[in-house]
């Protein structure tokens, strides 16, 4: 006779098996979903016009480091559009997104951000003296939650008015286009008063806020009879160089700027950093901050390339020939 087996035993474990596998599953499918909604948040203030993030340089560079948006990292971006009085309301709004990192450009930003937020970190792409503008008391050990890459702007500023007297040696009068609005204007416009005085010239100061103010100062400079003119470093002045450039070729005046692009674009000569603002690098700062890095490892990085820029072209529409001694030492010479 066959002895019939009783299968139910073995059918009801798996049963059980195949139920707790299920119930795993749909328990771990909300956790999944959760993970994926949590992904890291990069909050970017922007000085100009509001761009999508996927034209904004540092989310280029971050890209090339394998961060892209919705995959593994999200963005939150903030414009003030020119408008540097929007930079303080803009930056608490990006402190309420809560991302788990901030970057931004130029000094009235860092100063804003650090005003809207000490905890999440920030990372500068550009800007002054860090430690003149209260954002550290270490450039080797940052002592806030702000770090990035400077421009030593007042270091540089005399030089760019000496340069100016080697072009011109006759130079008696100059008129120095800064922005007040800049954290650091005031103490830019000391420091080159207190240059000026050395060199015997008498510095005519022209605050600008707008790209109207840049008219009025070419009328101011044209009454003033100057014989020169000198442009601080400062988004608004870069934004609008090629507006100061023509008004310098109209009242045959020669200007000394801060950035290689700008005698690139057609302005006479520079005398500063290499790059504007330093997004791969800056890339990398985030970078090791989303992996865990404290802002206190990640010191400011001060300029490594400081360049002479000159354009030829432009110097032969003004009449102007610059000393052989000035020529030997420009690190680019625009022919």
Known sequence: MRTRRNTRPACLADRRRFLAALAGALLAWPLAANAQAHLPRIGILLNGRNLP????????????????????????????????????????????????????????????????????????????????????????????????????????????????????????KVAYLWVPENPLGALFESRVRQAADVLGIKLVSVPLTSDADIATAFARAEREHVGAVLVEADPLTLRFSGTISDHCLISNLPCMHSWPIEVRSGALISYGPAEVEHNSRAAIYVERILKGAKIADLPFQEPTEIKLVINLRTAHSLGIVFPATVLTRADEVIE
């Open 53 to 172: 993030p996927a034209k904004v340089q540092i989310v280029g560079e971050l890209a090339r480091l394998g961060y892209v948006e919705g995959r593994n990292v999200t963005y939150v971006v903030k414009a003030a559009e020119g408008d540097v009085k929007r930079l303080p309301p803009l930056a608490r709004d990006l402190v309420a997104a809560k991302p788990d990192v901030i970057v931004g450009a130029a000094s009235p930003a860092a100063v804003a951000l650090l005003g809207a937020t000490h905890d999440i970190p920030i990372v500068m792409t550009v800007v002054g003296d860090p430690i003149a503008l209260g954002l550290t008391d270490s450039i080797s050990h940052p002592t806030h939650n702000v770090t990035g890459f400077t421009i030593s702007s007042l270091s540089l500023a005399a030089k760019r008015l000496e340069l100016l007297h080697d072009i011109v040696p006759s130079l008696r």
